[in-house]
């Protein structure tokens, strides 16, 4: 497998391999064609030998009868073609000799002849070169009008697939290869499940060089358009390729939000957290399978949660294009989520340093973003935005966590056992509770079966370290947790647990909160002594 | 100076040398006539210096001009050099002083030492070519605006003819034709001048200098040894050695209304595998190497035999034989502009240039 | 089945090669007594040694060991130029056989370039002198031109078997050179062969009639080809230096070689020549030890120095052993057999036939027009030698280097061989020897070949 390294050519050039093939077989007989492909700039015709000297490099030179009359006038043109870098040397039929061949194959320097007159043979052939390079630009220029309408990543892909004889077409993030099609797999309707991180998909690359053009140029890495076709038809791939780059560009992103949007459970803030202020906009039905199919993100990533004002909807997405220039945004209700894949070198801290470096600015706005752990495939996205969004609330709220000196972001798990107190605001906290469990806190035991509710959350569900920690037995603290199950509190419930201690630690320090009285909407301030570990 | 047997061998390999000629033969005939003649009669050829002679002393140029059979088929019969010099030297009411030969190369270098045995006149050490060129025009005397004529022309069946023309280039066409009319060649005696004359236009020394390369190559040295005495004093500025190819000769067939296109030999060089490519016409002419111009006309390409230095001839350019290719410079006044104007070969023209 | 025979002056080597490739080798001495007379004993001895039910159809002799150059009582150089040389000086010698006496007569005429006359033959001096000529001389006539126009040779010829009862005429224009005096010298050489080759010829007939009475005949030449046996009778010269390029084609054949060098080696001394096209390069003239020149195409053969300088690393190396020989151990790796190359050589050797001449021309289209004509001839006498015309192959075809000189003529060659494919079974016969390995001087007794050679 090769990589071209040469200068690219420009537009209109002509190389001499398929130009002779296939636009001058019947006038020229070629007797040696360099292996390193000349690309045909310019036509000369020589009369005079001496005037090869002129002659610019990539020129393919015609020798007249009179300047190919001795033996060592081709051998000396042979020889001029090499110094002059010409594409190639066209001498009449009748000059060329064993000796010829020869030196044309030491020097390196492409040999042709043709039975007709050399005047002749100049002009024809320049008339094919004019040809073939109208041919080309024409060519190209329809494959762009048609690539323009069409619709949707796939049948771009497919027309740029056909446009390189039916290869395989790929667009790569980050080193993974996030789409690859061919022609006929478009054309039926096949889609390729053979996606593997760098590994090529089945296809045989033996003798093919690689041609890939970038699709955006961007801090983080940008998408690759890739193929791979054999080495003649390098150059006219590239083209096609740097033509459909920024229409790939809009429906990749195009494709991604798609994906994105289409694989997101319908949640709804309101499961997360029992209120109706946090739905999401434009909720669909989440199908699980459905969703791995298309799911956009290969390796693992994070979920990223933007929580801010109206007002500063315009300097988010700035910021986000600048630091994610091709990870969509899905807009929110009162903020925004995305999902950002996570090389597996640097881990969620790149991406985390990113969006803290990005988000600076809004250090003294009100914004939080928050971070989830990473993780893989479409069953982890719940949780994961879930991860997200909560810190990102943290983020916004908390003087605390502005304190610590990490801007606006917080990633969900560096959030401290103890800002789980202050994850609710505790009018909230206590508004819930009563909303949810009222007959919990009608009970006159309420605030010990509260804290020992919390404690237990507190110590992940260890009931001998709640105890301990709460200074008593372990048959006691049994005894409480039952009453509280009767009370009607989901203790058993694993989706609760989270709101639950939220919600409860919040009413733990909400003021005035005494077993018995009825706590009233405006608590003291004073917060309780019951500080994290 | 008079020269023995072994300085006339020694000026007949170096005439050879000097020109890479078709016909050895010739040159080696000449010789054997040297060499008969000096055996029949007890003489020895006499060679001088130009300032020897008084300055206004005659001095002419003999030598062959042929157009038509060549020396070896239709041979001289002896007389006919005596026939000319007389001619000469009655059209200039005077006896002639002094011969030298018409090129310092093949069997024209030979022709004054048999003449001057058979007419008592000694031969000076200069030439008007340095060299072997195909037309008598292309002298340093035209060059220096000399007259050609009177010239005295003498056939193999004992025409003569006596020339009065002043310009070389007309004298070369006259003579030419005369040359084909009289059966293939016309014995000539021609630029008739003063030592003087002589001494300042004239290619001084380039007899002596044909005999000492004879002596290089006619030593019982190795050729190594002889390949650095050349190089060394002889002015011989490469040695190419190379193996000639199967592909070799290629000739083209003579148009009148075309310039002769020369023939093409190819060689491949023994240390570098290089395709050397020798242009032919009577004598080589130019040296390729892959295409590249190594030597040129007015520089004097010559063939060696590796094994034993011999000169070898044209015909030693059969397939499969290695030979040594050396290069020298001819005189600096064919370097010149003038001068390269009257050497060209109309087929070689471009490349004589931009050398 | 096909015999190759190499004539040697003490013993015939021969070499059979059945249809099927299998190849065989004998050595018959001669008798005491030698001479042509042994030869010929010697062939049927060999003929009856190979009597099988396989038919015999072809045999081809290398005789170049046992030509001899006769001496005539008396040569007659006619030397036909528009004027005698002034003095000894200028007369170039005569080349005659140890014992002879020569005489030589210049005789007016001639022809230039263009085909004309130079001055008008002296027929009448010619006469003249004929009218006082001893009888029975050989004579080789030699004009100025003849290769051009031969008509001034023809018509001397004519006069002379007119007047001066000769031994034999041999006419300068039956070979090709520029020079009169390569021309005459040839001449001269071929007559003065042509006694021994009669005789050679004239021994071998009636045995080859008597025992392979439906066989070709044939005699190898010196550019490594053959022609028939016929032949030797007119052209001995053109096979008096066969043995040596009949050896390089046979050791090619052991090789297996089609293109590249290959190096003969035998007891005094290695020679290389070049293969291209199946057959070897070869070079128009001959030239003998004293530097004369001689109108015969030779294989091109180098000399190759004991220490191996002047042998290219990719030169296949063919050794002819004696049985019995000591057998060192090469510094390259060489094909070792103890058959006779030249006889082998003369079995495989392809029919060949060359034209050389001076036409006139000035246009392309007269030039071609002769070597298309000249290509004929080639191909119609290969035929008459016996080649199937479908396997002729013209190795050389066109003009050769011209000067400024002549304008109004060139000079066209063509070259045409028959090749007719032979199986071999060359693995019975040959062996690979492996170099010794470096380090190891060379011993005598060094290891001996597994190979045992038939006899």
């Known amino acids: 497998m090769t990589k071209d390294t040469r200068r690219s050519p420009g537009a209109g050039e002509v190389r001499l391999a398929d130009f002779v093939s296939a636009y001058a077989a019947e006038l020229t007989q070629v007797h040696h064609l360099a292996p390193v492909g000349g690309v045909i700039r310019d036509l000369a015709l020589i009369s005079d030998i001496e005037e090869i000297i002129g002659v610019g490099p990539d020129t393919l030179v015609v020798l007249s009868d009179t300047a190919s009359q001795g033996d060592w006038m081709v051998s000396a043109g042979l020889r001029y073609a090499w110094e002059r870098r010409a594409a190639g040397l066209v001498v009449p039929h009748s000059s060329v000799t064993k000796t010829a061949v020869r030196l044309a194959e030491r020097l390196g320097v492409s040999l042709l002849s043709t039975e007709y007159d050399a005047t002749r043979t100049a ?224 881990g969620k801290a790149a991406v985390l340093a990113a969006v803290r470096a990005g988000f600076t600015v809004f250090a003294d706005l009100d914004l939080g973003v928050g971070m989830s752990d990473p993780g893989m495939g479409p069953e982890r996205v719940a949780a994961a935005v879930q991860e997200a969004w909560l810190a990102a609330r943290l983020a916004r709220s908390s003087d605390r966590t502005r304190s610590k000196g990490s801007g606006p972001v917080l990633e969900f798990a560096a959030i401290p056992l103890g800002l789980a107190q202050g994850a609710l605001p505790r009018e909230l906290a206590v508004e819930l509770a009563r909303a949810m469990f009222p007959e919990l806190l009608a009970d006159v035991e309420a605030h010990v079966i509260i804290e020992t509710i919390v404690a237990l959350l507190d110590c992940r569900g260890s009931v001998s370290k709640a105890a301990q920690r709460l200074g008593v037995h372990r048959n006691t603290l049994h005894a409480r947790l039952r009453r509280a199950g009767e009370l009607g509190v989901p203790l058993g419930d694993p989706d609760s647990t989270l709101s639950l201690h939220l919600i409860l630690t919040g009413l733990l320090s909400a003021r005035g909160f005494r077993s018995g009285t009825t706590p009233s909407a405006e608590g003291e301030e004073s917060r309780t002594d019951r500080d994290s570990a | 100076m008079y020269l023995d047997s072994e300085d006339v061998r020694n000026l007949s390999a170096g005439a050879l040398f000097n020109a890479c000629a078709a016909e050895p033969e010739w040159t080696e005939d000449g010789m054997r006539r040297v060499l008969a003649h000096m055996d029949m009669t007890g003489l020895r050829p006499e060679l001088k210096q130009v300032t020897d002679l008084d300055p206004d002393a005659l001095v002419v140029c003999v030598g062959f001009v042929n157009n038509g059979l060549s020396l070896s088929e239709l041979r001289p019969v002896g007389d006919e050099f005596i026939a000319a010099i007389e001619l000469i030297a009655e059209a200039h009411g005077r006896e002639v002083a002094g011969l030298i030969p018409l090129a310092a190369g093949s069997a024209n270098a030979v022709v004054p030492f048999l003449a001057g045995m058979q007419c008592g006149i000694p031969v000076i050490d200069a030439d008007p070519m340095g060299r072997i060129f195909p037309l008598v025009s292309q002298t340093v005397f035209a060059l220096n605006s000399l007259p050609i004529g009177p010239i005295a022309a003498v056939s193999a069946l004992g025409e003569s003819a006596l020339l009065r023309v002043d310009e070389p280039a007309r004298g070369e066409r006259l003579l030419r034709a005369l040359a084909e009319e009289f059966g293939g060649w016309a014995a000539t005696a021609s630029y008739p001048m003063t030592a003087d004359a002589l001494g300042s236009a004239g290619i001084l020394g380039s007899l002596s200098n044909l005999i000492a390369i004879g002596r290089v190559l006619e030593s019982s040295r190795g050729t190594d040894h002889k390949h650095s005495e050349l190089r060394r004093s002889c002015g011989v500025r490469q040695i190419v050695r190379a193996r000639v190819s199967e592909d070799s000769w290629v000739a083209r067939p003579w148009a009148p209304s075309r310039v002769g296109i020369p023939a093409s030999v190819v060689l491949e060089e023994e240390a570098g595998g290089q395709i050397i490519q020798l242009e032919v016409q009577s004598e080589i002419l130019m040296m390729l190497s892959d295409g590249a111009v190594r030597a040129v006309s007015p520089d004097i390409i010559t063939l060696l035999r590796p094994a034993d230095c011999s000169v070898a001839s044209l015909d030693d350019l059969w397939t499969g034989n290695v030979l040594d290719i050396c290069v020298l410079r001819a005189a600096s006044a064919w370097y010149t502009p003038a001068g390269r104007k009257l050497g060209r070969r109309p087929s070689l023209a471009m490349m004589e240039e931009t050398r | 089945m096909r015999i190759g025979v190499c004539v040697h002056s003490t013993e015939i080597r021969a070499v059979t090669v059945r249809d099927d490739g299998a190849i065989a080798s004998h050595v018959v001495p001669l008798a005491d007594e030698a001479g042509i007379g042994g030869f010929a004993q010697a062939l049927e001895q060999l003929l009856d040694l190979e009597r099988h039910d396989e038919a015999v159809t072809s045999v081809t002799f290398d005789v170049g060991a046992v030509l001899r150059r006769k001496a005539a009582g008396r040569t007659t150089f006619v030397r036909i130029a528009p004027r005698a040389p002034v003095d000894i000086v200028h007369e170039h010698p005569a080349e005659a056989v140890d014992g002879e006496d020569v005489d030589i007569v210049h005789i007016a005429g001639g022809h230039s370039n263009s085909g004309e006359e130079l001055v008008p033959l002296d027929a009448e001096a010619l006469v003249r002198w004929c009218s006082q000529a001893p009888r029975g001389s050989r004579y080789v006539i030699t004009a100025v031109g003849s290769p051009i126009n031969e008509s001034h040779e023809v018509r001397a010829g004519q006069i002379l078997l007119d007047h001066a009862h000769p031994g034999s005429v041999e006419y300068s224009h039956s070979f090709h050179s520029s020079s009169v005096a390569v021309r005459e010298r040839t001449a001269a050489v071929n007559s003065s062969l042509i006694d021994s080759a009669e005789e050679i010829v004239g021994a071998l007939h009636p045995v080859l009639g008597r025992a392979v009475p439906g066989a070709r005949l044939y005699v190898t030449t010196n550019e490594g080809g053959c022609h028939p046996l016929a032949r030797l009778a007119v052209m001995p010269v053109h096979s008096l230096f066969a043995e040596a390029s009949s050896a390089l084609v046979g050791a090619a054949a052991l090789a297996a070689c089609r293109e590249g060098f290959v190096a003969v080696r035998r007891g005094e001394g290695t020679f290389m020549g070049q293969f291209v096209r199946t057959c070897p390069a070869v070079f128009p003239q001959f030239r003998t030890s004293s530097g004369a020149a001689l109108a015969t195409q030779v294989a091109n053969l180098v000399e190759i120095s004991p220490e191996g300088h002047g042998l290219p690393a990719a030169a296949v190396i063919v050794e002819e052993t004696e049985l019995g020989d000591d057998e060192a151990e090469p510094d390259r790796p060489v094909l070792r057999t103890a058959l006779s190359l030249c006889a082998l050589g003369a079995v495989v050797t392809p029919l060949a036939d060359w034209a050389h001449r001076v036409v006139p021309g000035t246009t392309e289209g007269e030039v071609n027009a002769s070597i298309i004509a000249l290509e004929s001839r080639v191909r119609a006498r290969l035929v008459s030698f016996g080649a199937h015309d479908r396997r002729i192959d013209l190795l050389e075809s066109g003009v050769e280097a011209s000067s400024y000189d002549n304008s109004s003529t060139v000079t066209v060659r063509v070259r045409g061989v028959s090749l007719d494919p032979i199986a071999l079974d060359r693995e019975s016969v040959v062996d690979l020897v492996p170099a010794r390995p470096p380090g190891r001087t060379s011993s005598r007794e060094g290891r001996r070949s597994d190979h045992v050679p038939r006899l």
């Not at chain 1, 970038?214 to 390098?234: A, C, H, N, Y």
């Not at chain 1, 083209?239 to 920024?246: D, G, I, K, S």
């Not at chain 1, 925004?336 to 090389?343: E, K």
């Open chain 1, 123 to 346: 002009l024809d052939l320049a008339l094919r070169i004019g040809l073939t390079r109208s041919g080309q630009v024409a060519r190209l220029q329809q494959f762009t009008s048609a690539a323009a309408r069409a619709n949707g990543l796939r049948e771009l892909l497919g027309l740029v697939s056909t446009e390189v004889g039916g290869r395989r077409v790929r667009v790569e993030t980050a080193g993974s290869i996030v789409f690859s099609v061919t022609a006929d797999e478009v054309e039926l309707d096949i889609s390729n499940d053979q996606m593997s991180e760098g590994v090529i998909d089945g296809e045989a690359i033996d003798g093919l060089v690689e041609v890939s053009a970038e699709v955006t140029g961007g801090k983080m890495d940008s998408d690759v358009l890739r193929i791979f076709v054999s080495p003649d038809e390098r150059e006219y791939a590239g083209r096609v390729l740097e033509a459909v780059a920024p229409s790939v560009r809009a429906l990749t992103a195009e494709f991604r939000l798609s994906s994105l949007t289409s694989s997101l459970p319908s949640l709804t803030i309101a499961a997360l957290t029992g209120s109706s202020r946090f739905d999401l906009i434009g909720e669909v039905s989440w199908n699980a399978s459905e969703a791995a199919g298309r799911w956009p993100l290969t390796g693992s990533f994070v979920s990223v949660c933007v929580l801010a004002e109206e007002r500063d909807s315009s300097a988010v997405h700035q910021v986000w294009h600048a630091t994610f220039p091709d990870v969509p945004l899905a807009r929110i209700d009162s903020g925004w989520l995305a999902l950002v894949p996570v090389r597996a070198k640097e």
